[in-house]
T-cell receptor, first 114, second 111 residues
């Protein structure tokens, strides 16, 4: 059963703590992405990776960090430096190296920081 | 110039009617225009996509109309059903560049 998995579905943290969101894909896609979605807004790109061991900042990378040690995995760490971390986080992947065509999304992780 | 403007923000359509959502862009270099459907609490799902070499693409009840000269594209949902109630996002990209998403349209189909 191919697809993108994100865990956990809901995550609660105290302010000042770092938290890592998991994203795994078994689609054999080269590129992976992290987006943030706030109520009533579109998707904003946090980080993306077109190949293992390489990643680039998106539009709102401040306060976030990523790693891409394996093709299947692209974890996102929300650091304590992120001013407003409560949001719905979406991971996506696409098949073409260097291409953003046909991105497929995971089910998302809703992070609440209090 | 990188923005994609989507309208309306919300839309209510009667069952069986036609739902129309519009998007406009500025960057004439964009060459890929997908539409995504998102249900509450779920990730967006790719619905249909078009490239600028065609003016229309149809998949079942969903049609994208593309007007290159006006830099606009729209999603038409024919015979709208309550199960179509969701948030719809348009997007655009050029080659290896990132997808730029519209703000989304919350569609409600009344039974």
């Amino acid at each position: 059963d191919g697809g993108i998995t994100q865990s956990p579905k809901y995550l609660f943290r105290k302010e000042g703590q770092n938290v890592t969101l998991s994203c795994e894909q078994n689609l054999n896609h080269d590129a992976m992405y992290w987006y943030r979605q706030d109520p009533g807004q579109g998707l904003r790109l946090i980080y993306y990776s077109q190949i293992v061991n390489d990643f680039q900042k998106g539009d709102i990378a401040e306060g976030y960090s990523v790693s891409r040690e394996k093709k299947e995995s692209f974890p996102l760490t929300v650091t304590s430096a992120q001013k407003n971390p409560t949001a719905f986080y979406l991971c996506a992947s696409s098949g073409g190296t260097g291409a953003f065509y046909e991105q497929y999304f995971g089910p998302g992780t809703r992070l609440t920081v209090t | 110039q990188q923005q994609v403007k989507q309208s309306p923000q919300s839309l209510i359509v009667q069952k069986g009617g036609i739902s129309i959502i519009n998007c406009a862009y500025e960057n004439t270099a964009f060459d890929y225009f997908p539409w995504y459907q998102q249900f509450p609490g779920k990730g967006p799902a790719l619905l249909i996509a078009i490239r600028p070499d065609v003016s229309e693409k149809k998949e079942g009840r969903f049609t994208i109309s593309f007007n290159k000269s006006a830099k606009q594209f729209s999603l038409h949902i024919m015979d709208s059903q309550p199960g179509d109630s969701a948030t719809y996002f348009c997007a655009a990209s050029k080659g290896a560049q990132k997808l730029v998403f519209g703000q989304g349209t919350r569609l409600t189909i009344n039974p």
